[in-house]
Structure formats: C-alpha cells, structure tokens
C-alpha cells in the first residue's frame, strides 16, 4: 500500500479525533424523579409503577426513579423544592401542589368507569352501620379512621359531604379519630381495630385482589358523587418539549402506535391493571375546580359555626369566599 495514502489516513483519522476532543462535554442528563404518596403500603405502590416508570425511561431516554413517601405534603415538599419533576396525586394534594409547588396538571388517569371515582364509608360486614346516617347518630361509639387531610376520597369529600354538612366536627364526634392512608384503612376495619373508615372504589378493587381473605369481612355503607380522576403533574418550569413527552407517553400507553407490537400493548394494559385503570386522558388544572369548590363551601360551613368572630370579622370573610366561589363558577 502507498506509504502516502496510509499517512493521509491517519492524518485524518487525527484531525477526527481532535475535533472531537474539541466538542464539550456533556454529561448524561439527570434523572427525573416521580413522586408517590403512600395511598397503598410502599412496597405495592413501587411495585404498582415502576413497569411504567421504566417504559417512560425508555420512551424519554432518560431514567425516570420513583421516590414514595408518606404523605401527600412530602411530595408537594419535594415538588416545590425541586426534587421531583413529576407527581401523581389527588386532586386536593394537586390543588396544593399547583397553587404552592409550581406544578401543573398534565394528564389524568382512567378507569372502567371513566375519569372518575367514588369516595366510600366501609365497616364490618357484621357491624350494626349499614348507611351514613347510622354512623353519624351514633358517632361517639365508633372508632373512625380517616384519611391525610389533602386526601381527596380519604378526607375532603366525606369531610363535605358527611361532616360539614351536618355541622358535625369529626375530631370531636367521634369515640377515637385516626389518619391512616386507604391501606391501613382496610386493614384495620377488616380486622376489627376500627369500625368506620374512609376509602374509595379503585382501592377497594385492589384490596379485594390482594386481600381476598379480608375482603369479604367489610362493606361498602355510604357512596360519595363522581371524583374526577387522579391527575399527573410535572413541574410548570419544565422544558416543554420534555413536557410535551411526557403527555404523549401516558396518553398514548396501552394503545397502538408507531413501533409497538401487539404484545406491548397487552403489557402495559397490564401494568395499569395493577392499579385498576385502563389509560389516560389529557387534562389540566381546570379539573381541580370541583374540588377547589368543595374546599371553598367547607370552608364557609365552619366560618358560619365559628362562634369566636364577630359578626362583622365572620361578614367580612364570608364575603370573600363568596366573591372566590363565584371567580370558580364563571370560569
């Protein structure tokens, strides 16, 4: 071989590398972070994502890693400090996160039943209760578990619906008041330790699945109206075009699309099985004003009972949330 021709390409094989080396580095993108808070024990709920946590690191390229914690403040706390860009929560815990953490509502998920769900009363199958109204005649010999105060199903709605509107304060009420996420919850109707308890029909589902023993001992004593479906929230400062990703992964999961199989998509249908949902649909903050309805008209039950305002201060504030639930209802 030419001795010429073997020095020109190393020579460009040089001039190759160096421009190479010329480029700046960049280093691997960091990982994003999902939070979770603990409706169900840790374990399930990691357990529950992390498939679609991988495939949303495979469709963005980037590894995506869950951190569960154990109430919804904590992720709203991470949220707002940066530590994770991306949140599944309820809607009242949304609320919190997109007025405080600078999210915002991106899609939210979907059931047999459609973008909704039902807070539930459950007891002992045996129990005397058998409707709302037998428990609230005879709260103070109940032992009462409840949800986190910024669980939607778990506390805000039967809050409303239940307490507020009887004018009854369920930490007085109540023989024994308990917080407890919708496992616990179950676990410790089912088992005697309590007698009345919050939850909701897409955990009662997994319950009855992974606690076929125990499901039989509860039953359902009071429905609450439709919830709007848990949302997905990212962080509003993220890059868009990631943002635009992320939305296009959770809708089009579970559903054909372009370099997908058959057996993809019979595999992510049962990833979301897990958790008793069938997809997702695209949302936006504007689903949490039902919710921002029922905070605002709780709110206005107490400043009515509270004896310690005068009539002008308790005039004064109820004028304002008058003023804020008639912004909701124009928009």
Known sequence: ?????????????????????????????????????????????????????????????????????????????????????IAWLGNKAAIEAVDRAGAEVLVQSRNRHGAGYNAHLITRREAPWNCEEDVLAHSEK?????????????????SYYLFDAAGIDPDRAFKRLVHHNHEENFLAVASGKLDVATSNNLALARFKTRFPDLYPRIKVIWTSPLIPSDPVLVRSDLDPALKADIRAFFLGYAKPGPGKSEADVRREAANL???????????????????????????????????????????????????????????
Not at 298 to 324: G, I, P, W
């Open 273 to 331: 099985a897990a958790r008793k949902w069938t997809g997702f649909q695209e949302s936006d903050n504007s689903q949490l004003e039902p919710v921002r309805k029922l905070e605002l008209y709780k709110r206005r039950l107490k400043l009515t009972h509270n004896e310690n305002l005068s009539e002008a201060e308790k005039r004064v504030r109820l004028e304002e949330l008058d003023a804020a639930l008639e912004n909701l209802e124009r928009e």
């Open 142 to 158: 109940i032992e009462f578990g409840i949800g986190d105060p910024n669980s939607t199903s778990g506390y805000t709605v039967p």
């Open 1 to 85: 071989m030419n001795k010429h021709r073997i020095l020109g390409r190393a020579g460009t094989a040089f001039i190759v590398l160096a421009c190479l080396l010329l480029l700046p580095w960049q280093a691997p993108a960091a990982p994003l972070v999902m939070g979770l808070a603990s409706t169900d024990s840790k374990e399930f709920l990691l357990e529950s994502w992390q498939p679609m946590l991988d495939d949303l690191s495979h469709a963005l390229g980037r590894q995506v890693k869950a951190v569960a914690l154990d109430d919804y403040a904590g992720v709203i706390w991470y949220m707002a400090t940066g530590r994770a860009q």
